[in-house]
């Protein structure tokens, strides 16, 4: 099955900075990338995602590129805010239906003003 | 239009207690998640409904059951509780309009701490 891997588990940035956070993933027919944020006390929320037929989306401050080849993909933040301050979760596929995502064990991102 | 909406928000059970999670999706939707998550094992699939079906189900011994309701509203049991259920239920919906994986519409839990 499926199995996803993400890095850093924290990360702590400079109000401004860049973010970047990592995911491998192992199966190469996996073609669906979300990220979710999730703030304390609240449920997960998608913030972008991605399919294995481009490379890259981006969405105002935020962008996901993806390596088929080296099955990998990454979420980036630009100029980064407090209010970015959150766990992030990657995801991808997990089989079977299309409630079935097998997530990263997170990125906890403290954005420092 | 209203999110997903999941009750109660908090419960506290004991162990050997069987408890019930309520979950009402956002209108249209058909299809319901459910998902564990702990900070040791993160975010885990427990199982999916549709139409009253279940469509799917994770890695999760039998003392986890679910059902889902004419209306698309689902319940999930889980029975004999032991400490490590102790957990955040997250239940997610989504309109199942396309076959291909899409956006996961999340409530906010139900934080079940077993004692």
């Known amino acids: 099955g499926e199995n996803v891997e993400q890095h850093p588990s924290t990360l702590s940035v400079q109000e401004g900075d860049s973010a970047v956070i990592k995911c491998t993933y192992s199966d190469s027919a996996s073609n669906y990338f979300p990220w979710y944020k999730q703030e304390l006390g609240k449920g997960p929320q998608l913030i972008i995602d991605?399919?294995?037929?481009?490379g890259e989306k981006k969405d105002q401050r935020i962008a996901v590129t993806l390596n088929k080849t080296a099955k990998h993909f990454s979420l980036h933040i630009t100029e980064t805010q407090p209010e970015d301050s959150a766990v992030y979760f990657c995801?991808?596929?997990?089989?079977?239906?299309?409630?079935?995502?097998?997530f990263g064990k997170g990125t906890k991102l403290s954005v420092k003003p | 239009k209203a999110g997903v909406t999941q009750t109660p928000r908090y419960l506290i059970k004991t162990r050997g207690q069987q408890v019930t999670l309520s979950c009402s999706p956002i209108?249209?939707?058909?299809?319901v998640s459910w998902y564990q998550q702990t900070p040791g094992q993160g975010l885990q699939f427990l199982f999916e409904y549709f139409s009253e079906t279940q469509r799917n189900k994770g890695n999760f011994p039998g003392r986890f059951s679910g059902r889902q309701f004419s209306n698309s509203r689902s319940e999930m049991n889980v029975s004999t509780l032991e400490l490590g259920d102790s957990a955040l239920y997250l239940c997610?919906?989504?309109?199942?309009?396309?076959?291909?994986?899409?956006?996961?519409?999340f409530g906010e839990g139900s934080r079940l701490t077993v004692l």
């Open positions: 991605i399919r294995s037929n481009v």
């Open positions: 995801a991808a596929p997990g089989g079977g239906s299309q409630g079935n995502l097998i």
């Open positions: 209108s249209g939707h058909r299809s």
């Open positions: 997610a919906s989504s309109p199942y309009m396309d076959p291909r994986p899409g956006e996961l519409f």
